[in-house]
């Protein structure tokens, strides 16, 4: 989906080093869910924010990731002392307050992080 | 542990043909199920979803629900090389946040 907007779309870190990924919902939505995507594997739920609070983390590893969602800007993923099993495609999406939680997912690009 | 399962394939059909693409899930309390297709290196794309038993239709694609069975598929008339793919099967179980649980997905190749 167009409206979601992700960058970058490419990120290539060094193991040790920090990563950073943006999401930019679409206008008018105040939630973001975030998934990652392992080489030849379905998406995995991560966690889901509304601005300033995080709903949802039962994905998120227990370390090094972090997920934010300010009242200002874009939704950050950050992924402190990257290791190779890192290296996978991390997708957005975006939802309103008011969504029907029956209602489908519309993701954005997605940022395709690569380690080495 | 929630799941959903689908074959890996690869699934190979001629032009033309019907592509039958099919998913299970694990959780009775699951409300609504959905179909992407991702292209290599592209995001998923929403092709369909449904949430009652039975048939739903929309161009060349059908979904079929039957959550007795806890079994949802896809089939894909008039198959074109222009649908293979990568088919992603998703559920939203019951008591969730609107958060989806994926299938690993099923590629489809469809042959000139």
């Known amino acids: 989906n167009a409206g979601v907007m992700q960058n970058p779309r490419h990120l290539v870190r060094r193991r040790g080093q920090e990563a950073r990924l943006r999401c930019s919902p679409m206008?008018?939505?105040?939630?973001v869910y975030w998934y990652r995507q392992l080489p030849e594997e379905g998406l995995k739920f991560m966690v889901y924010?509304?601005?300033?609070?995080?709903?949802?983390e039962s994905g998120m590893p227990k370390e090094r990731f972090s997920a934010e969602f300010p009242k200002e800007g874009p939704s950050i993923l950050r992924i402190q002392q990257v290791v190779r099993g890192d290296s996978a495609a991390y997708f957005c999406?975006?939802?309103?307050?008011?969504?029907?939680?029956?209602?489908?997912?519309?993701f954005g690009n997605g940022t395709r992080l690569t380690v080495t | 542990q929630k799941e959903v399962e689908q074959n890996s394939g690869p699934l190979s059909v001629p032009e033309g043909a019907i592509a039958s693409l099919n998913c299970t899930y694990s959780?009775?309390?699951?409300?609504?199920f959905f179909w992407y297709r991702q292209y290599s290196g592209k995001s998923p794309e929403l092709i369909m979803f449904?949430?009652?038993?039975g048939d739903k239709e929309d161009g060349r694609f059908t979904a079929q629900l039957n959550k007795a069975s806890q079994y949802v598929s896809l089939l894909i008339r008039d198959s074109q090389p222009s649908d293979s793919a990568t088919y992603l099967c998703?559920?939203?179980?019951?008591?969730?946040?609107?958060?989806?649980?994926f299938g690993k997905g099923t590629k489809l190749s469809v042959k000139p």
């Open positions: 999406a975006s939802s309103p307050a008011d969504r029907d939680l029956n209602s489908p997912l519309h």
């Open positions: 206008k008018g939505h105040s939630h």
């Open positions: 924010l509304q601005k300033e609070n995080i709903i949802d």
């Open positions: 959780d009775r309390g699951s409300q609504s």
């Open positions: 449904i949430y009652s038993n």
């Open positions: 998703a559920v939203k179980y019951g008591g969730s946040q609107g958060n989806l649980i």
